[in-house]
Nanobody, 120 residues
Framework: QVQLVESGGGLVQPGGSLRLSCAAS????????MGWNREAPGKQRELVAD???????NYAESVKGRFTISRDNAKNTVYLQMNNLKPEDTAVYYC??????????????WGQGTQVTVPS
């Protein structure tokens, strides 16, 4: 079993900052890509950012220059530093990880989500 637990969400005023964390634990041989997606009420879940095991990153156009994704491979943890937050960033943020087990079976896992609220 693999578990991903997000933390760091909350309410912040426009222009403020938050740092999200997501730690993976369980039966893990290695983790390939890790990422963050978000889901606002009535909207589809969309990619925010992802990062490979070697640090290559990808961002949604709407967050480029404001958000930074990073990871600590030794801790199986991915972070999302969010700066200059806007009301449109309000959503539940979910982390994901592509996990390879010792048996060689690869699967994608998702956390339960953490709420980020930026009032308008």
């Amino acid at each position: 079993q693999v578990q991903l637990v997000e933390s760091g969400g909350g309410l912040v005023q426009p222009g403020g900052s938050l740092r999200l964390s997501c730690a993976a634990s369980g039966s893990i041989f290695s983790i390939n890509n890790m990422g963050w997606n978000r889901e606002a009420p009535g909207k589809q879940r969309e990619l925010v950012a992802d990062i490979t095991s070697f640090g290559n990153t990808n961002y949604a156009e709407s967050v480029k220059g404001r958000f930074t994704i990073s990871r600590d491979n030794a801790k199986n943890t991915v972070y999302l530093q969010m700066n200059n937050l806007k009301p449109e960033d309000t959503a539940v943020y979910y982390c994901s990880a592509e996990v390879l087990s010792e048996s060689g079976w690869g699967s994608e896992y998702w956390g339960q989500g953490t709420q980020v609220t930026v009032p308008s």
